[in-house]
T-cell receptor, first 116, second 111 residues
Framework: KAGVTQTPRYLIKTRGQQVTLSCSPISGHRSVSWYQQTPGQGLQFLFEYFSETQRNKGNFPGRFSGRQFSNSRSEMNVSTLELGDSALYLC???????????????FGPGTRLLVL | QKEVEQNSGPLSVPEGAIASLNCTYS??????FFWYRQYSGKSPELIMF????GDKEDGRFTAQLNKASQYVSLLIRDSQPSDSATYLC???????????FGAGTRLAVHP
């Protein structure tokens, strides 16, 4: 089975621009979660989508948004980029069965974003 | 107090030794606990998960959970240089798939 894929792998943007990152989950997985990883803050949860609905959200400003399509692929958007948005953005997929605490998430390779 | 705490290390162990990695968490309602390994420049890779008190073994890895004391640990037996990486402890928080991660412990296994 193919793993989680993310595109693009690397991205350079300037302050004020916006960016869209894409994630394709493992086949059959319906949940996609997004995380931000920085040296200072570590891995932080952004949001989770399941069946095209956001069902969980972390503590990030509204500039960070996402969506999920009917094929479970997900996109994440960051508007009005700031220098502090430079990070590794990771998406993770899981089966998505609601209420199953045994569920495990598998990470994609990440998109490394540099904001200049 | 951080929700998930780990010693940042580095934890240095000789090849063939047992590496012991520890993690404490603050939310008593947490039910699922995960260990991920992350090599430099790579994404996290799931090693083990545990949700019942006690030990869970998978090859050279053993996860231990003590909910009363709110700690999770990972033992790596017969450590190899290829085990050198950052080990991230994660706790499922608030249901669904929101994971709260610790800062990670850097493990260095020297020949």
């Amino acid at each position: 089975k193919a793993g989680v894929t993310q595109t693009p792998r690397y991205l350079i943007k300037t302050r004020g621009q916006q960016v869209t990152l894409s994630c394709s989950p493992i086949s059959g997985h319906r949940s996609v979660s997004w995380y931000q990883q920085t040296p200072g803050q570590g891995l932080q949860f952004l949001f989770e989508y399941f069946s095209e609905t956001q069902r969980n959200k972390g503590n990030f400003p509204g500039r960070f948004s996402g969506r999920q399509f009917s094929n479970s692929r997900s996109e994440m958007n960051v508007s009005t980029l700031e220098l502090g948005d430079s990070a590794l953005y990771l998406c993770a997929s899981s089966v998505g069965t609601s209420g199953t605490y045994q569920e495990t998430q598998y990470f994609g390779p990440g998109t490394r974003l540099l904001v200049l | 107090q951080k929700e998930v705490e780990q010693n940042s290390g580095p934890l240095s162990v000789p090849e063939g030794a047992i590496a012991s990695l520890n993690c404490t968490y603050s939310d008593r309602g947490s039910q699922s606990f995960f260990w991920y390994r992350q090599y430099s420049g790579k994404s996290p890779e799931l090693i083990m998960f545990i949700y019942s008190n006690g030990d869970k073994e998978d090859g050279r890895f053993t996860a231990q959970l003590n909910k009363a004391s709110q700690y999770v640990s990972l033992l790596i037996r017969d450590s190899q240089p290829s085990d050198s990486a950052t080990y991230l402890c994660a706790v499922r928080s608030g249901g669904y798939n929101k994971l709260i991660f610790g800062a990670g412990t850097r493990l260095a296994v020297h020949p």
